[in-house]
């Protein structure tokens, strides 16, 4: 019986989580779970899965946090969004717990540190995205397997066909409804915006060992295949499936086996058209400042984060329009110098700063 943490237990991922749990009544258990507000979707899910432990960080955040070390979970399940991530991760990892993987900004943000400590702590990270995910089966389940090249799929998000004009008008309403995916409202903007896709790369990089110039991402609208691996032999192998996240979450948890998964078949039956393109760099400028900042590393990346946290907020409440979301995490990344970063510390440091140059930047764009 594999005993989970389960932390961002209303989001998303995490009510799935939960689902891919009960599906599974003689193989996991629930023993922990957090989420962020004390809402009345988190009283009914604690009503519902029974934990044995939990707690919202809105009332008791250190009670939250002891979620990620409970002495009785194997697994931590970090599904919550935005930058509190990383400090549960890093809690898990302290406490020697397997961390399964879905909050984007632990290793955008905080990669070399996260990885230094999991390899200090002996503890496993194992990825729920579904690209990561996809990357790590072609793998064999091996982090550390050898390749050549990954190639990270992105569906393009809702604005594909968009010229300039048409997307300087896009409102949240329109970012929000993702083509094939239905996921939280940041990542959607970003999918939109194609940060999240920049995100991805940087955490590929983390995960994998993989130097950015080894890393390529690919346009495949029907977000079919998931990712792929190119082999020092030319062979690639890619991971296909119906875009459902019951499936790398349940991966995450039952590797290297394979359980039943209630998810919707292939059906190679019927025609199937599968599409790959290059990404237009000029019409998706925040791809470039991400794979800028994973280069620059240091603050750099928990500043772009930090920028498009606030800036994605702004746009979501109607005080920024969708082209200047690119603006004003640009503008951030001018004004605030680049510094090394050795702690979780130093980390948040640079995200405090770059939240209020965000909203400074905003309020010049005005
Ligand atoms: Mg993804």
Known sequence: MKKIALIGSTGSIGRQTAEVVKSHPDRFKIVGMAAGRDSETFRQQVKEVAPDYYASAQNDKKAALDIARLPEADTVVVACSGFSGLEYSLAALEAGKTLALANKETLVCGGDIVNALAEKQGADIVPIDSEHSAIWQCLGFDRKAPFHRLIITASGGPFRGYTPEQLKKVTPEQALRHPTWNMGAKITIDSATMLNKGFEVIEAHHLYGAEYGAITAVIHPQSIVHSMVEFNDGAVLAQLSNPDMRLPIQAALTYPERLECSLLPMDFTKALS?????????????????????????????????????????????????????????????????????????IKAADALARAAALTAAHNLR
């Open 274 to 346: 599968l599409e790959f393109s290059p990404v237009e760099r000029s019409k998706y400028p925040c791809f470039d400042l991400a794979l800028e900042c994973g280069e620059r590393g240091g603050n750099a990346p928990a500043l772009l984060n930090a920028a498009s946290e606030t800036a994605v907020g702004l746009f979501l409440d109607k005080k920024l329009s969708f082209t200047d979301i690119y603006r004003v995490i640009d503008a951030v990344l001018e004004s605030v110098p680049y510094a090394p970063v050795h702690s979780y510390g130093d």
